[in-house]
Nanobody, 117 residues
Framework: QVQLVESGGGLVQAGGSLRLSCAAS????????MAWYRQAPGKQRELVAR???????NYADSVKGRFTISRDNAKNTVYLQMNSLKPEDTAIYYC???????????WGQGTQVTVSV
């Protein structure tokens, strides 16, 4: 059974930083496209950042220049470095793995990020 375990969420003041991690198991991590999504109360889940197996990244406009996604294939882990956090970044952040050759898609349980004013 594929597992994605997020960590690193928490409470931070506006302007602060957090680093999220997502450790994957029982998945061919190196060929998976990894992504971070978030869902704020009353809103739809939205893509925050994505990184392909070859390292190509893309970001939501709202986080460009503040967030950085990266991956360590040796550790089966994807990271999201979040700087200059704003109250509107408050959400549950979910890790996602997409294995394109199989069409499978997996989700972590989410980690809460709260940014106070």
């Amino acid at each position: 059974q594929v597992q994605l375990v997020e960590s690193g969420g928490g409470l931070v003041q506006a302007g602060g930083s957090l680093r999220l991690s997502c450790a994957a198991s029982r998945i061919i991590f190196s060929i998976s496209t990894m992504a971070w999504y978030r869902q704020a109360p009353g809103k739809q889940r939205e893509l925050v950042a994505r990184i392909t197996s070859s390292g190509i990244t893309n970001y939501a406009d709202s986080v460009k220049g503040r967030f950085t996604i990266s991956r360590d294939n040796a550790k089966n882990t994807v990271y999201l470095q979040m700087n200059s956090l704003k109250p509107e970044d408050t959400a549950i952040y979910y890790c996602n793995a997409a294995v394109l050759i199989t069409g499978n898609n997996y989700w972590g349980q989410g980690t809460q990020v709260t940014v106070s004013v």
